[in-house]
């Protein structure tokens, strides 16, 4: 069982409150961290080997394999994991037998007090990847690697990384990511974010003329939508991403739903509490009108357990408003593990422009989206930008040291020492107290039966 140390240490704190005299000595508190370093594995045109998002309503796989970004001689996946390995050597000091004197001597360098103990169980979402001539000769190379269930050729469904996340129940998960190149005003480390439930609602009821004028986009707070391209408008965008999240189907240029790109229904292809019940498939397949298969704008109405999750208090914890004013805790998590990373590299006399924190990417992410830890989503910086191939290279010790020491920071709080760096992390700890159920268990452990 994964029941969560800090429900017990609430319990006894309560306990030797409520009986005087009484003491009790509170269990230290522990969390379960993932790291998840992107990508791995092969991409090829060849979907029936090489794809993800297996379908079960049409037995095959609906997208290519993302084996991620290249540049020059390097590889994406091979420098997040490289970096999330040394991440997790520094976690593993938080560990319940870990040498925790040795993590306050490291922390000794950004803050001047005590630190508490806390237990960290640290999990990685895949193994190394840098092998690709070993990983090409396995029957099926994206085995370890895809994020969403897939056949085994048996008959069975085998969990993905995603599912594999949700198994430990984790707190916290923190995804590690690099582009290849983007514009100036991204340049820098970017929060990716998954916006809100009610901000993608309200583009479906735009969409389904239910609701007039755009003030409501263009005043909100999640504007800044993640670009794919120049050829439509920001606006445009963000309506593709509430078909796609409501539908499964994005919009065509023109903005009709695109019925040939059927992206299928992803809670569905995830092993946790929120999947519709056996047989749904058979429901699903035939896209019955005024439900949540519906092929049309007009004919979809939400329904079922992911949905009801979406609309949850949880949810709009974890993704609107909060620390940083919106994105919820996913936002605060992800941008403070971003400032103590910057921090890290300033502390190492490593300071540039193009090291800072900048525009979040905002859509409707698979991780993110599908697990109910709080999600930190990094994207690390270019592999075209020369300063940033020069930190992926040399300063990983001091990457993976940031996110370590973030990482602690947000599961127990640190209070900084003064100073006159330039990147400032707010050293707050995420308030998980507020995940908990009203049955006393938490929303982290209700994410699996
Ligand atoms: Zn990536």
Redesign the pocket.
Known sequence: MHDMKFITSMILISLAIAIPGAIQKAATPTYRVVLDP??GGISSSKLSVHGDRYDQISERYLAPF?E??AHRGLW?HIL?YQIAEKTRKILQLCSPAGDFRKFRTLLARYTDEDPDRIYIETFMSRGDSSDREKISHRADPNSEFRLYDYPDGKGNILPGRISRINAVKPHLVVCL???WDYSATYRGMNPVIVPPHSVLYDGLLYIQKKKSGRDFFEKGLYSHWFMESDRRSVFKWFLNDSVFYFLGYPLTRHGAVDHKKFRGYRYNMVHWAYRDGPGWEKTARLHPENGPYAKTISGFVPGGKFWEREKSVYEAYRRDKGEEGYGGDNMYATSELIRYILHSLELSGQDHPHQRLTEPYISTWSVPLLVNAVTAFI?LGSLANTRHRYLFQHKQDEIAEGLAVGIYSLLSGLKLKKNTYHWKPRGRKIDFERYLLPDGTSYFDAVVK
């Open positions: 992107g990508h993302a991620g970004a994406e997040v990511h690099m582009t994207e």
